[in-house]
């Protein structure tokens, strides 16, 4: 079965850079979720767009903005990057109706 | 406000023991509940949900859950645990007003030894 797509999986950046991360979801998968995971902490919410449309809001700082395209993939714009931004970020993906996300494998993010 | 907490850091269990990771839930409406599993360097992968109907919950690897209104829990639990079961484990709920938002607990690393 398909499933969640995220890509780069590994990206190695500078501090004051900017990055890019995309994610696919699953087929029909109308809602899309961003979570930001630092080393051992648990998934924190970002943001997430339903029928692309920006849906909810969490701990997403100023310095990043996110979009869902017409075809359901999402990106996840990151400027101005800082050291404490290095973690693991997962995309994930669910059908409105039903409850469960499907994570993808993540984009392990690192500032130098 | 929703909120999950899993009291335990790290869970250790003999291989073929019986399992339980805690969970515990506080929200305002109807809780939808989850659990996760992480392995290393890995995404979260889903285990199983509790929306209505059955206090118990029957999900993926053998893992089950039981939802506990009163006591406001939904542990996980495994009859015989495996080896290859050693992950990290997070409890989630999902808000029942607004339903993009996750809740997710800090995690419990459970570890199986042979």
Redesign the interface.
């Known amino acids: 079965a398909a499933g969640v797509i995220q890509s780069p999986r590994h990206l190695i950046k500078e501090k004051r850079e900017t990055a890019t991360l995309k994610c696919y979801p699953i087929p029909r998968h109308d809602t899309v979720y961003w979570y930001q995971q630092g080393p051992g902490q648990d998934p924190q919410f970002l943001i997430s767009f339903y029928e692309k449309m920006q849906s909810d809001k969490g701990s997403i700082p100023d310095r990043f903005s996110a979009q869902q395209f017409s075809d359901y993939h999402s990106e996840l714009n990151m400027s101005s990057l800082e050291l404490g931004d290095s973690a693991l970020y997962f995309c994930a993906s669910s059908f409105r109706l039903t409850n469960e996300q499907f994570f993808g494998p993540g984009t392990r993010l690192t500032v130098l | 406000a929703q909120s999950v907490a899993q009291p335990e850091d790290q869970v250790n269990v003999a291989e073929g023991n019986p399992l339980t990771v805690k969970c515990t839930y506080s929200v305002s409406g109807n809780p939808?509940l989850?659990w996760?599993v992480q392995y290393p360097?890995?995404?979260?992968?889903?285990l199983l949900?509790y929306?209505t109907g059955d206090n118990l919950v029957k999900g993926s690897y053998g893992f089950e859950a039981e939802f506990n209104k009163s006591q406001t829990s939904f542990h996980l639990k495994k009859p015989s645990a495996l080896v290859s079961d050693s992950a990290l484990y997070?409890c989630a709920v999902?808000d029942s007003d607004?339903?993009?938002?996750?809740?997710?607990?800090?995690?419990t690393k459970l570890n199986v030894k042979p």
């Open positions: 939808y989850f996760y360097n890995r995404g979260l992968q889903f949900k929306i997070f999902r607004n339903f993009n938002k996750f809740y997710f607990g800090s995690g």
